[in-house]
């Protein structure tokens, strides 16, 4: 069987990918043939390669809120990502093609309605975007990690799977995930922000780290931008809270397990948090990220609800955050609440209900 997988920007449109191919590949019989197609600058071109994904680029640009000629330009950008994606899919012949959102979807699903090959569309967050919503009318299936999602999306076609995991949450318990991180009986909180990280929620923490340390080990990760920097207010630190600081760049395979470790969590909310935080059951302070629209706020709004999350605007970071985050950790009835709150959202068999799809759309 040949797939094609398209979609990024954000590791919470790559991983879900991955892992689908993962289920698919156990599903099958025979060997599954597999080409990734994205943006060489972007984020899932280094996925790709770190999971051993052949990759293939194309171009994609993002077309709301830009000026008229930009909108030209991005659109033009586009239909040269079409060709492009058009000459893989004629090469590859996949059987079909599986596209997660983001912009950089489009090319790639509108070469695989051009080329009548089967497209599935899964929607990783709660709203869907524009490229989720044009490919939505072409789509063969579309899969949604919550049915929250479904009203906005031709019904008869859509179901709601779940959001596929990372094999890597199967193989893990509390105890190996801690002795990974060298914690020690101590609360531990896991600050993260999709693959770039938050200058935002860094800065917050920066800004009194010693007290947050007091409290508890803090597992870090920075985004590339910020790591030098906090790496240095690590060093600086006196040597008994310096061992409680984890400061890491990136932390790919490995934050699974720092989900698991952890006992709450601070992050923004995108797509990820809906499956991951759940199957580790994560707790969290999830800080939307404002330029992202109602996605974001939407994902923190499903967790919210459920118990599992305590939701902040990015406008009150610097003074609700560490309160809040505090308040949490030091009230074990209420951690321990959130915490089976969120284990009660976790769904395990989302990439293999999404590997069956596929399975029965093929050509």
Known sequence: MRLVIGGGGSGGHIFPGLAVAGALRSLLREELELVYLGRVAGVEAAIAADAGVPFAAISARALRGRHVFSQVWSALVLAYGVAQALLVLRRFRPDVVFVTGGYVSIPVGVAAWLLQCPLVVFLPDIEPGWAVRVLARVATTICVTHSASIDALPVRKTVATGYPLRAVFRELDRPMARARFQLNGSPTLLVTAAVQGSRTINDAISAQLDKVLEAAHVIHV???????????????????????????????????????????????????????????????????????????????????????????????????????????LQDEERLTAMRQAAHDRARSDAAERIAELLWEARR
Do not use: C, K, W
């Open 222 to 328: 920075t985004g590339p931008r910020d790591e030098a920097r906090l790496r240095a207010r690590r060093d600086a630190l006196p040597a008994t809270l310096r061992t409680r600081y984890h400061v890491f760049g990136y932390l790919g395979d490995d934050l699974p397990a720092a989900m698991v470790a952890a006992d709450l969590a601070i992050a923004r909310s995108g797509a990820s948090v809906l499956g991951e935080f759940p199957a580790a059951g994560l707790p969290a302070v999830l800080v939307p990220l404002p330029e992202a629209g109602a996605h974001q706020r939407r994902n923190a709004a499903i967790l919210e609800d459920a118990g599992a999350a305590i939701v902040l605007d990015d406008a009150n970071v610097a003074t609700e955050l560490l309160p809040t985050t505090l308040s949490i």
